[in-house]
C-alpha cells in the first residue's frame, strides 16, 4: 500500500473512528484502526465488536493495500506532523513507513485477515430519513437515557417505527424523552433498541447536510450517511410501556417564555449538589397579571 494524504483530511476521518478504540482490551486487534486503500479512495474502519465505525474519505492512491496499526500511536504521531502531506506506505512483516517533510515514523501493525469482519447488510429493511431531522431528535432525547447496569433494557434509546413515523423514547425511571417525526410511508413497522454509546457516537457522526440510511437485522442496525457508515448491535429484551406514564388529559396547563424560564433553571441549579439535584419552582396563581400592573404603576408615577 502506498498513498498520498492530507494531514487534516486524515485527522478528521481519524476522529470519526477512533472513539469507540479502547486500550485495554483482551483482543490487541481491537485497539487497531484497519486502514484500506483502493483506486482514488481510503477506507478507515474500528470496533469493539459491538460497535463498528467505516469512515471514508479520497486520496491519492498510488498502490492499493490493507492494513491494521495501533489507533492510538498512529493518531497521535499524525497530529504532530507539520501541516504538509503525509506518504504512507506498508511493507514487509506488517510495517507501516510514515514520511511527511523532514518527519519519518516507523510503527508495527497486524494483517488485516486478524481484524474483525463487520456484517454485511444487503436485502434488509431499511429508512432514508434527512441527518438534520435524526440529529435533533437524538439531541432532545438522549439525556433521559440510563446508565444502571441493573436495567440494561434502558441504556439505550426505543426507536419505533409505525406508520410511516419514527419514534424515539428513552427513560432511566425518572425521566422519560419522546419525539416523533414522520418517516415515509415506506418505512416498515419495526422496534428496536439502540445502545447509548451507539447514540453518542451517531449523534457525534450526523451533518446539518444529507441523508442517513438506517437498515435493520435481527439484532443489528446499520446508519449508513456519504462517508460515515456506523454498524451496531441491539439490545435484546422489551422496553417499558411508556404511553402509560404520560398523561393522556392534563387538568392544568401553564404556558411560559421558553428562555427566562431557562435561565431561571440554570441560576436555581447553581446551588444544587450531586444527592440532590433537584429545584423547587412555585406556580403561584395570577402572579404574572399581578406583576404588570405594579409594573404599570410604577412606570405611571414616574
Known amino acids: 500500500m502506498k498513498l498520498k494524504i492530507l494531514k487534516s483530511e486524515l485527522i478528521k476521518n481519524i476522529q470519526n473512528v477512533q472513539n469507540i478504540i479502547s486500550s485495554r482490551t483482551n483482543l490487541p486487534i481491537l485497539a487497531n484502526v484497519l486502514i484500506e486503500a483502493d483506486q482514488d479512495e481510503v477506507k ?29 500511536r498512529f493518531s497521535d504521531i499524525i497530529k504532530e506532523l507539520p501541516d504538509e502531506d503525509i506518504l504512507i506506505t506498508t511493507m514487509k512483516n506488517n510495517s507501516m513507513a510514515i514520511k511527511c517533510g523532514k518527519c519519518f515514523f516507523k510503527i508495527l501493525g497486524l494483517p488485516k485477515e486478524d481484524f474483525p469482519k463487520l456484517p454485511d447488510f444487503k436485502k434488509d429493511p431499511h429508512v432514508v430519513m434527512d441527518q438534520v431531522v435524526l440529529k435533533k431528535m437524538l439531541s432532545m432525547t438522549c439525556f433521559a437515557m440510563s446508565r444502571d447496569e441493573a436495567r440494561y433494557v434502558l441504556n439505550g434509546a426505543l426507536f419505533l417505527f409505525k406508520a410511516g413515523h419514527l419514534i424515539i423514547v428513552t427513560t432511566d425511571g425518572k425521566r422519560l424523552g419522546l419525539i416523533k417525526k414522520e418517516t ?18 451517531l449523534n457525534r457522526a450526523l451533518g446539518e447536510d444529507g441523508q442517513i440510511k438506517l437498515t435493520f437485522s435481527e439484532n443489528q442496525v ?58 423547587k419552582i412555585d406556580v403561584l396563581k395570577n402572579r404574572r397579571s399581578e406583576e404588570r400592573r405594579v409594573g404599570k404603576e410604577c412606570r405611571s408615577r414616574w
Request: aromatic content about 4%; proline content about 7%; hydrophobic content about 40%.
Open 184 to 201: 415515509g410511508k415506506d418505512a416498515p413497522d419495526r422496534a428496536i433498541i439502540i445502545p447509548s454509546k451507539t447514540i453518542y457516537e
Open 222 to 279: 446499520r446508519f449508513e450517511s456519504e462517508n460515515i457508515t456506523i454498524i451496531s448491535r441491539l439490545i435484546e429484551g422489551a422496553f417499558p410501556d411508556y404511553e402509560q406514564v404520560i398523561p393522556q388529559e392534563a387538568k392544568e396547563k401553564i404556558v411560559v417564555e421558553r428562555e427566562p424560564l431557562l435561565l431561571g433553571i440554570k441560576r436555581a441549579a447553581l446551588l444544587t449538589t450531586q444527592d440532590s439535584q433537584s429545584i
Open 44 to 72: 478507515l474502519t474500528s470496533t469493539d465488536l459491538d460497535i463498528g465505525i467505516i469512515s471514508i474519505f479520497k486520496s491519492e492512491v498510488e498502490e492499493p493495500g490493507a492494513i491494521t496499526v495501533p489507533a492510538k
